[in-house]
């Protein structure tokens, strides 16, 4: 185990040649050592824009539709070597619909009616002895349903990669990479270490929510994370602007998809000229 440990560090920073590959060229040396990059596209669903959860009926009246222009401005560069969308994908029983309330035990710290529970009310449950903190949304992105779709007009690139997510009924799941509680993940962090992604572009709905829980565990995962804010709109949006303070404290870039695209010429120059 040591000895395997030590020589994945070793040959990480350079040390030691990998076996497969024998001693590596010029070529292959600069290409490993070349940033990849993705961009993580966050739940532009129907829901969430013109549905059950739309954003312009949440505190902060955004419009969803609005994430899409500046999407796809980007989402065809080939700045990317990888795209993934993400999904909110919630069986009909699952545990943030206000109408399932009722069809969990309350946890001795719960201090809302379950028999009367409102929209973005906090609720405990006790499932199988586990808390659950848990805020009520209407029911929204249930599996296969219209909802559930991406917005018609989001450009889906050919390759890219679909993360579903929220699909355990106890456990919600605001991150593209874990639940809520961390007990299972998605297979998002194994399509980008398998595709060498070593930066993490993230953008979509809701800022405060989903975007803020996918760009924080990028960040604990090591990937260098850059939040794309244009491409965003949130819940609530006071609750955005915090989430872009504390991304910024943390370090997560926040950039603008007019600087993407600056990016991506200035890599495209560099490239043509090697
Ligand atoms: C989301 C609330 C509930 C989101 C998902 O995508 O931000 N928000 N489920
Ligand atoms: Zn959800």
Not at 3 to 25: K, V
Request: charged share 25%; proline share 4%; with cysteine.
């Amino acid at each position: 185990m040591c000895g395997n440990w030590l020589t994945r560090i070793a040959r990480r920073f350079g040390f030691i040649d990998t076996p497969t590959t024998g001693r590596s060229t010029m070529h292959e040396e600069r290409s490993q050592k070349r940033k990849k990059r993705a961009l993580l596209v966050v739940d532009v669903q129907n829901d969430f824009i013109s549905g059950s959860l739309s954003l312009s009926s949440c505190p902060s009246k955004h419009d969803g539709s609005e994430v899409v222009e500046p999407i796809n401005k980007i989402v065809t560069s080939p700045f990317w070597d990888l795209v993934a969308y993400s999904k909110d994908w919630h069986p009909p029983n699952h545990v943030s619909f206000v109408t399932n309330a009722n069809l969990r035990k309350p946890h001795v710290d719960n201090k809302t009616d379950l028999g009367n529970a409102a929209v973005f009310d906090l609720c405990i449950f006790d499932v199988d002895d586990t808390r659950i903190d848990q805020v009520l949304y209407p029911a929204h992105c249930v599996q296969h349903s219209e909802g559930a779709e991406l917005h018609k007009d989001l450009k889906i690139v050919p390759g890219a990669v679909t993360i579903h997510k929220g699909m355990n009924p106890d456990i919600d799941s605001y991150s593209a990479f874990f639940d809520n509680c961390r007990k299972s993940e998605t297979i998002l962090r194994q399509v980008l270490q398998d595709a060498d992604i070593t930066q993490v572009y993230v953008c979509g709905i809701a800022t405060d929510i989903c975007v803020n829980f996918s760009a924080f565990d990028s960040h604990s995962l090591g990937f260098e994370t850059t939040l794309i804010e244009d491409c965003c709109r949130g819940v609530d949006a006071d609750k955005c602007i915090e989430t872009l303070n504390k991304m910024k404290e943390e370090g997560i870039e926040v950039i603008t998809s007019d600087e993407v695209l600056k990016r991506a010429e200035k890599l495209l120059t560099e490239e043509t000229n090697q």
